[in-house]
Protein backbone atom coordinates (compact mmCIF):
# COMPACT_ATOMS: atom_id res chain seq x y z
CA UNK A 1 0.00 0.00 0.00
CA UNK A 2 1.01 3.50 -0.81
CA UNK A 3 -0.09 6.69 1.26
CA UNK A 4 1.01 9.95 1.43
CA UNK A 5 0.16 11.53 5.56
CA UNK A 6 -2.47 14.04 5.61
CA UNK A 7 -1.36 17.01 7.69
CA UNK A 8 -3.65 19.42 8.98
CA UNK A 9 -3.49 22.45 11.06
CA UNK A 10 -6.90 22.97 12.93
CA UNK A 11 -9.55 22.46 9.79
CA UNK A 12 -7.20 23.13 7.12
CA UNK A 13 -4.76 20.73 5.11
CA UNK A 14 -1.19 21.43 5.16
CA UNK A 15 0.76 20.74 1.84
CA UNK A 16 2.16 17.12 1.64
CA UNK A 17 5.64 16.33 1.06
CA UNK A 18 6.52 12.29 1.70
CA UNK A 19 4.94 9.11 0.30
CA UNK A 20 5.20 5.95 2.12
CA UNK A 21 4.95 2.33 1.21
CA UNK A 22 4.11 0.19 4.01
CA UNK A 23 2.84 -3.33 3.46
CA UNK A 24 -0.25 -4.76 5.14
CA UNK A 25 1.16 -4.98 8.55
CA UNK A 26 1.98 -0.81 8.35
CA UNK A 27 5.20 -1.70 8.11
CA UNK A 28 7.47 1.26 6.49
CA UNK A 29 9.32 -0.21 3.45
CA UNK A 30 10.48 3.06 1.76
CA UNK A 31 9.69 6.62 1.72
CA UNK A 32 10.15 8.92 -0.67
CA UNK A 33 10.34 13.43 -0.05
CA UNK A 34 8.48 15.05 -2.72
CA UNK A 35 8.33 18.80 -2.53
CA UNK A 36 5.46 20.26 -0.51
CA UNK A 37 2.02 20.09 -2.45
CA UNK A 38 -1.26 19.41 -2.15
CA UNK A 39 -3.42 16.49 -3.76
CA UNK A 40 -6.68 18.00 -4.95
CA UNK A 41 -7.89 15.20 -6.82
CA UNK A 42 -6.86 11.98 -4.80
CA UNK A 43 -4.18 9.91 -3.98
CA UNK A 44 -1.63 8.28 -5.38
CA UNK A 45 -2.36 6.31 -8.72
CA UNK A 46 -0.65 2.86 -10.33
CA UNK A 47 0.82 3.12 -13.15
CA UNK A 48 3.24 0.53 -15.75
CA UNK A 49 6.08 -0.97 -13.81
CA UNK A 50 4.80 -0.42 -9.86
CA UNK A 51 5.68 3.25 -10.46
CA UNK A 52 2.93 5.73 -8.66
CA UNK A 53 1.78 9.03 -9.89
CA UNK A 54 0.22 12.14 -7.85
CA UNK A 55 -1.22 15.02 -9.18
CA UNK A 56 0.59 17.70 -7.07
CA UNK A 57 -0.34 21.58 -7.27
CA UNK A 58 2.75 23.49 -5.30
CA UNK A 59 2.50 26.21 -3.14
CA UNK A 60 3.13 28.07 -6.20
CA UNK A 61 0.14 26.76 -8.40
CA UNK A 62 1.72 24.94 -10.59
CA UNK A 63 0.62 21.49 -11.34
CA UNK A 64 2.73 18.19 -11.70
CA UNK A 65 2.28 14.79 -12.01
CA UNK A 66 4.85 14.00 -9.37
CA UNK A 67 5.97 10.20 -10.74
CA UNK A 68 7.88 7.87 -8.30
CA UNK A 69 9.43 4.48 -8.98
CA UNK A 70 8.58 0.97 -7.85
CA UNK A 71 11.91 1.27 -5.33
CA UNK A 72 10.60 4.99 -3.55
CA UNK A 73 13.28 6.72 -5.90
CA UNK A 74 11.36 10.30 -7.23
CA UNK A 75 11.64 10.53 -10.93
CA UNK A 76 11.35 13.83 -12.75
CA UNK A 77 7.68 15.36 -12.29
CA UNK A 78 5.86 15.84 -15.81
CA UNK A 79 4.21 19.54 -15.90
CA UNK A 80 0.08 19.88 -15.96
CA UNK A 81 -2.08 22.41 -17.66
CA UNK A 82 -3.77 24.67 -15.24
CA UNK A 83 -6.65 24.61 -17.26
CA UNK A 84 -8.06 21.30 -16.24
CA UNK A 85 -10.37 20.19 -13.10
CA UNK A 86 -10.04 17.50 -12.52
CA UNK A 87 -6.31 15.89 -13.82
CA UNK A 88 -6.52 12.26 -13.68
CA UNK A 89 -3.97 9.29 -13.86
CA UNK A 90 -5.67 6.38 -15.64
CA UNK A 91 -2.99 4.09 -16.29
CA UNK A 92 0.36 6.17 -17.66
CA UNK A 93 -1.72 8.74 -19.10
CA UNK A 94 -3.20 12.00 -17.90
CA UNK A 95 -6.57 12.79 -18.71
CA UNK A 96 -8.80 16.15 -17.34
CA UNK A 97 -11.78 18.47 -18.10
CA UNK A 98 -11.67 21.75 -19.46
CA UNK A 99 -14.24 23.98 -20.21
CA UNK A 100 -14.97 25.77 -23.81
CA UNK A 101 -17.17 27.81 -24.47
CA UNK A 102 -20.53 26.22 -22.46
CA UNK A 103 -19.11 22.50 -23.00
CA UNK A 104 -16.86 20.61 -21.14
CA UNK A 105 -14.22 18.53 -23.15
CA UNK A 106 -12.19 15.22 -22.09
CA UNK A 107 -8.59 15.45 -23.18
CA UNK A 108 -5.65 13.54 -23.14
CA UNK A 109 -2.39 15.39 -21.60
CA UNK A 110 0.88 14.10 -23.24
CA UNK A 111 3.99 14.29 -21.77
CA UNK A 112 5.45 17.11 -23.64
CA UNK A 113 2.41 19.24 -21.92
CA UNK A 114 0.09 19.15 -25.28
CA UNK A 115 -2.97 18.29 -24.95
CA UNK A 116 -5.70 16.36 -27.58
CA UNK A 117 -9.07 16.01 -27.50
CA UNK A 118 -10.14 12.43 -26.13
CA UNK A 119 -13.66 10.32 -26.28
CA UNK A 120 -14.50 7.62 -24.79
CA UNK A 121 -17.14 4.68 -26.37
CA UNK A 122 -20.95 6.08 -25.37
CA UNK A 123 -19.78 8.75 -23.69
CA UNK A 124 -21.19 12.24 -25.54
CA UNK A 125 -19.00 15.09 -26.08
CA UNK A 126 -20.01 17.93 -23.22
CA UNK A 127 -18.68 15.33 -20.07
CA UNK A 128 -16.99 15.51 -17.41
CA UNK A 129 -14.20 12.98 -16.10
CA UNK A 130 -14.74 12.60 -12.40
CA UNK A 131 -12.21 9.93 -10.94
CA UNK A 132 -10.32 6.36 -12.07
CA UNK A 133 -10.25 3.31 -10.65
CA UNK A 134 -7.71 0.44 -11.91
CA UNK A 135 -10.02 -2.54 -13.03
CA UNK A 136 -8.29 -5.87 -14.37
CA UNK A 137 -6.39 -4.72 -17.42
CA UNK A 138 -8.41 -1.37 -17.99
CA UNK A 139 -9.59 1.38 -15.82
CA UNK A 140 -12.99 1.96 -14.41
CA UNK A 141 -14.18 5.14 -15.15
CA UNK A 142 -16.92 7.68 -13.51
CA UNK A 143 -17.78 10.15 -16.40
CA UNK A 144 -20.26 12.50 -15.67
CA UNK A 145 -22.34 14.19 -18.63
CA UNK A 146 -26.31 14.50 -20.12
CA UNK A 147 -27.45 11.59 -21.48
CA UNK A 148 -29.41 13.93 -23.98
CA UNK A 149 -29.94 17.50 -24.90
CA UNK A 150 -33.65 17.20 -23.96
CA UNK A 151 -34.51 19.59 -20.92
CA UNK A 152 -37.56 17.91 -19.81
CA UNK A 153 -35.72 14.88 -17.45
CA UNK A 154 -38.44 12.60 -18.16
CA UNK A 155 -37.59 12.63 -22.00
CA UNK A 156 -33.86 12.10 -21.64
CA UNK A 157 -32.30 8.61 -23.23
CA UNK A 158 -29.19 7.48 -23.16
CA UNK A 159 -26.91 6.64 -25.61
Not at 13 to 29: A, I, K, N, S
Not at 104 to 110: A, C, D, G, M, V
Request: with cysteine; charged share 25%; aromatic share 8%.
Amino acid sequence: MVYVPVKMEKDTYLPDDEVLWVDQHGTRLWSCTIPPCRLPWGGPHLMSGGRIGLVCQREDGKRYLEIISAEGRRLPPRPLPLDFKPLLPIGDAVYGTRQEGKALKIHQILPDGQTVHTAFDRVNEDSWLLWAWPKGEGHLLHILGRMSQEDVLSRRTGP
